[in-house]
């Protein structure tokens, strides 16, 4: 099956479009805080090298803009750079000044619809973005009892809320994002908005979790929305290293077939047949292959019978057998090794692919 995009609007974040037909891009929010530098630093020059295409910080206060002006000067970020916004609006114009590439506005918290208004017209100024950052769990009680507590509905005309007013002031550059930590309420939001407006959406599940539970409630609600054609940027959000936000951005875009970077890991669960430990191979193998961007399809298997066919078309594999293991290439076995020599065999046929 093939995913057909819907078309949305193309805004500009910095140097990186969002929306149209433009990649689907994967972005990540900073663990550390701007006040510590050397934390913040090591984790944006991470992010940069991990394939993080949109970085996103929290500016709590002015000692924060301070600190992150001081990173804009030194040119850290290249990548667009979003300040995230909570509750004072004056930030979010302090933020623009110093040269933000986009802003992330909560309405429900950033407080009178003058103050969001003063925001909007600095960023067409600075010729900046907006993300509009709808959350379940700081929606407006009044928009709340109005949809008497239903929090897709409330979600969904909050959101409109701020389109309209974005709109009234001649900006359109800005994109939509409506998360609850909640799949189905995620699922439910990003659909109804995808009918009513054209602006471009970011994706993502709020608070998902930990990194197993978490990265399955994004997998879900995002790959759902993704296949249907939903979904312009993404954000994977988890009580762990924005790092692995990034990979787990990656791995459900790459295997929804809707973007092709980094290496995709095909490995059999193992069964009677296994005569080795492939669990330490597998572990092996994705830790030679993390840090490559080139994409590729890497198999391994426990059975030297079955496993070239269910893996023919990985671009490298290897196969474990009782004494020896069989190196393949696109399911086709070029080579048979002694098991304690078939790991080396498979980093020379890796290194030649990478060359190639």
């Known amino acids: 099956m093939k995913i057909t995009r819907r078309l949305t609007k193309k805004i500009r974040v910095g140097d990186v479009f969002v929306g149209g037909y433009s990649p689907i891009t994967v972005q990540s929010m900073t663990k550390s805080r701007l006040k510590e530098r050397e934390s913040m630093l090591r984790e ?31 040119k850290v970020f290249t990548v667009p750079l979003v300040a995230d916004i909570q509750f004072d609006h004056r930030l979010a114009i302090d933020c623009l000044d110093i040269g933000v590439d986009c802003v992330r506005i909560n309405p429900g918290n950033i407080g009178r619809r003058e103050d969001l208004s003063k925001v ?65 309420d995620t699922i439910n939001i ?24 978490g990265s399955i409630k994004s997998s879900l609600g995002l790959g759902i929305l993704l296949s249907e054609g939903i979904g312009d940027t993404i954000r994977v959000s988890l009580t762990d290293s924005s790092l692995e936000e990034v990979k787990a951005g990656y791995l459900i875009l790459n295997n929804l077939g809707l973007r092709k970077y980094g290496v995709d890991i095909v490995s059999c669960p193992t069964c009677g047949r296994t005569r080795t430990d492939l669990k330490s191979l597998a572990v092996e193998v994705y830790n030679i292959t993390k840090e490559i961007k080139k994409p590729l399809k890497i198999a391994v298997m426990g059975c030297i019978v079955n496993g070239p066919g269910e893996a023919r078309d990985s671009d490298l594999g290897i ?5 020896k293991a069989a190196i393949f290439l696109k399911g086709k076995v070029i080579k048979r090794v002694e098991i304690d020599s078939a790991l080396d065999e498979f980093k020379d046929q890796l290194q030649i692919l990478l060359d190639g």
Do not use: W
Not at 319 to 323: D, I, L
């Open 190 to 213: 990003y659909q109804k908005i995808s009918e009513k407006t054209e602006y471009p959406l970011h994706l993502g599940v709020t608070e998902a979790g930990p990194l197993l539970p």
């Open 319 to 323: 196969a474990m057998g009782n004494r």
């Open 120 to 184: 909007i017209e600095k960023a067409k100024t600075r010729h900046a973005a907006i993300r509009i950052g709808v959350n379940s769990g700081s929606i407006k009680k009044d928009v709340l009892e109005k949809n008497n507590g239903n929090i897709v509905n409330a979600m969904v005309e909050s959101t409109l809320e701020s389109v309209e007013l974005l709109e009234k002031h001649d900006f359109f550059n800005f994109k939509i994002s409506a998360k609850a930590s909640s799949v189905i």
């Open 44 to 74: 944006i020059k991470s992010l940069i090298n991990c394939g993080c295409e949109i970085i996103r910080v929290a500016v709590p206060d002015q000692e924060s803009v301070a600190s992150l002006k001081s990173l804009i000067l030194e």
